[in-house]
């Protein structure tokens, strides 16, 4: 066992690290951005990434190169944190409160900011003439659709559409338009149904739009997305903005999904071996649910990837070689049940890089992220990440 | 739908809170604590309390009021930050890797605490030869046991415990004792489980230290401990400290188990309702996992509670109502399948406190705590909690 090992102020290579620490492969990253701006582009649709898994003003400047662009939020400290790096044209994909409407209002008064906001009910739409008067700034909001049953919003032939989209207007706020995510398009697996999930998506919240456009409403922003189906969407006529938050990093559920391979996950947790028990075929690491979330995304997929599919010290996919169990800061390694493999040799010390069921659940139980570019040891920079609300 | 909400730095009351919040009940915190050190004063033995889960300062006062006692940590950071606190007398309980050794050395050199280390096998006896040599420090450790085939560990009964042993001392370190933790315990139900689990850990334990006496060890330190068989044992002879951490707070899961009752539970997260789906019986409120953690102990217990219990603003129980989904920052709030009840009046805007699954997993997902005591809407403090390796 050596124990020459420096502290993590001194790491230039991972091999310095301590562990458990996130890695973030850039040159994965890259890619992935790039594949789904391509397909965006080919749409003729806008996209409007969302923040919400990253957390992070330096991959969102691979995102966008140049100048700031549309993008998504999950909380409103997010949106400060992202107006404070120069970003103006912000969405709040989560369903206007009292307190999240006066601190998106405020943020825009003293930045210029447009955070836009989501309601579905005749309530949150009659709150915003008192908003408008309290802040002095006019709310930008969007109605919230329901295309699949997965969480809130009106269905695209609910009577209540119109009568919201009415209600906003007289409440003498901007209604910018309808949005709608396929939130169940991750319990799908084939292509043929992601497919029909991106269409079925696509029709609801064009519908919806040209219902509120017969009445007077111009609705100017079509707005749908999740990972999946803004990869398999064919056509996305009527459509004017795609969002999609994981695609960046992708994880072990989209690999499930069939939206992405394992050599596409950008993000891992390096952790070393601290004890093993041959006898049960168990190797001990130093990274359990604290670093690796509790997310078993996986479990109801074909294939239940534990909690999470262990890779070598470089990245490469240690087979069938899984965390089978985790507490809060061991994790517990062995071959998946059945495959009939052996457990590869790793010794006390060893590092391992640990893929994510959820990218996003993942990296929330990290500060930072040891930006990496394929199997080299090399740490390229240290990008922090923000949380809270 | 009242939007007069103040910003969280003003917020001297639960109502002006931004959400989610994580709440921390003062009354409850301080109950739980006194009840185990009451038992353990009983029963004879040195409470060691793990840190793992309040990881805050301020909780760790109401634990010693008077001087610094002794503590057990799950990282390094912890060691660190208490020993910044004038704590010096720590064990971390995770098998020692080459980083961890290393920093836990300098933390020791630099403050003069005592780090106690974990190890199960000879070549992590073997490095402490070395450590001694880099560091300066003589390394102060335990031999970890398994009583219950949770982890890491040997069995008390294992010919390499002497063999462990001897090759501490041959390298030079201190063997200050053997540590056991009863982790199955975690999924028993009955007073008679736990009183026969409890028992277990400890003649395992016990065992374990004669053996090494026989042989010439002094194994001064006996230590064990999960929280539940530290509330059920009844005798504990022989041993000489006792570990628990989520007792201060409880959870969920430990209320399946019959440690505690619902309102023992001193920690929960402050939500917002933020939408309705009437026909599908759904409340939407604004904590999701990210605030809730992924966490579903209690998903294989008798009652399965969801991703938390939901009580009204003033922190009552309302019966058989759970989150029943969660996404990033979405909980979906329901009647428990079967109940036959139907959901409370939950209006737009309205606060509901939510009992987590997991205690240690809830408050990994936040920064600070919001200290309140019993249906008191006035905040007393914010307490800081550390995260991070």
């Known amino acids: 066992m050596d124990t020459s090992v420096k502290t993590r102020e001194a790491a230039q290579t991972i091999d310095a690290l301590i562990t458990p620490s996130l890695l973030l ?28 898994t990253a957390k992070s003003i330096d991959v969102t400047r691979y995102v ?3 100048e700031p662009g549309p993008i998504t939020v999950s909380t409103i400290a997010e949106a400060e944190y992202f107006a404070g790096h120069g970003f103006r044209d912000m969405t709040y994909a989560v369903g206007m409160s009292p307190a999240s409407v006066v601190r998106a209002m405020e943020l825009c008064r003293r930045t210029g900011a447009d955070v836009k906001l989501l309601l579905d009910s005749v309530e949150q739409a009659d709150a915003l003439a008192g908003v408008r008067e309290d802040t002095g700034v006019t ?23 119109l009568e919201v989209a009415n209600r906003v207007v007289a409440a003498g706020a901007n209604l910018v338009g309808v949005l709608a995510h396929a939130g169940e398009s991750y319990g799908l697996s084939t292509a043929d149904a992601l497919v029909k999930a991106a269409e079925n998506e696509r029709s609801a919240t064009v519908r919806a739009a040209e219902t509120l456009r017969a009445h007077g409403h111009a609705c100017p922003i079509v707005s749908l997305g999740s990972t999946p189906t803004a990869h398999f969407a064919e056509n996305l006529e009527g459509v004017t903005e ?14 499930g999904v069939g939206v992405c391979g394992l050599d596409d996950i950008a993000i891992s947790v390096l952790a070393t071996v601290i004890g093993s028990k041959p006898e049960k075929g168990w190797v001990l690491v130093d990274a359990g649910w604290m670093a690796l979330s509790r997310d078993r995304g996986t479990a109801n997929q074909q294939i239940d990837q534990g909690y999470g599919v262990v890779c070598d010290e470089k990245g490469r996919v240690l ?63 240290r990008w922090e990440r923000i949380r809270g609300w």
């Open 25 to 52: 492969d850039r040159g994965r990253l890259e890619r992935n951005i790039q594949r789904l701006a391509e397909h965006a582009r080919k749409l003729g649709v806008v996209l409007r990434p969302h923040m919400k």
């Open 64 to 66: 966008f190169p140049g």
């Open 139 to 161: 709310p930008s909001v969007f109605i919230e659709l329901d295309c699949d049953d997965h969480r809130g919003g009106l269905k695209p032939d609910d009577p209540k559409l």
């Open 242 to 255: 795609l969002r999609a938050g994981v695609y960046m990093f992708f994880d072990l559920v989209q690999h």
């Open 319 to 381: 087979e069938d070689v899984i965390v089978a169990q985790a507490s809060q800061e061991h994790g517990i390694l062995a071959i998946r049940a059945g495959s009939g493999k052996s457990m590869p040799d790793l010794p006390l010390g060893a590092r391992v890089r640990i893929l994510p069921n959820h990218a996003c659940a993942m990296a929330a139980q990290h500060h930072f992220y040891a930006v990496v570019n394929g199997d080299s040891p090399r740490i390229e920079a």
